[in-house]
């Protein structure tokens, strides 16, 4: 949950790197959350949760998304590789896994070896 709220803190912040703990993390609370509106939006009849959760994290969701591609010495502007039908979500999954650049790279030092980005 530290993961998630961390991304959270840096609500707009598409500068530096996130590790792919960070990201990962952040993605498996979002998805629980889409279940849990989905069902609420279910019970209900009516889909006014899943709409609302989906637009407040949208530039929490972006931003992290940028920091992972820094991570791999990526430019931020490669998350509109999504876009291109059937191949691009797969591109972006692909880098996404990867293991971020060893070391400081054009985005910034690398957020493993730095103390204050790890969480317990």
């Not at 530290?2 to 500068?15: E, G, H, R, T």
């Not at 989906?54 to 940028?66: G, N, Y």
């Not at 590789?81 to 979500?89: E, H, K, M, R």
Request: hydrophobic share 50%.
């Amino acid at each position: 949950m530290d993961w998630y709220l961390a991304v959270l803190k840096q609500y707009a912040v598409f500068q530096g790197r996130a590790r792919r703990k960070e990201y990962w993390m952040f993605t498996l609370f979002n998805i629980i959350a889409y279940v849990i509106c989905s069902v609420i939006d279910g019970v209900l009849g009516i889909m006014i949760f899943m709409p609302i959760y989906a637009l407040a994290v949208l530039i929490p969701s972006l931003a992290v998304t940028i920091r992972r591609l820094h991570d791999t010495d990526r430019s931020g502007w490669w998350i509109l590789i999504s876009l291109v039908p059937a191949v691009g979500g797969i591109i972006l999954l692909i880098f996404t896994c990867l293991e971020g650049t060893a070391g400081d790279n054009r985005f910034g030092p690398n957020p493993k070896q730095d103390g204050t980005a790890q969480l317990a």
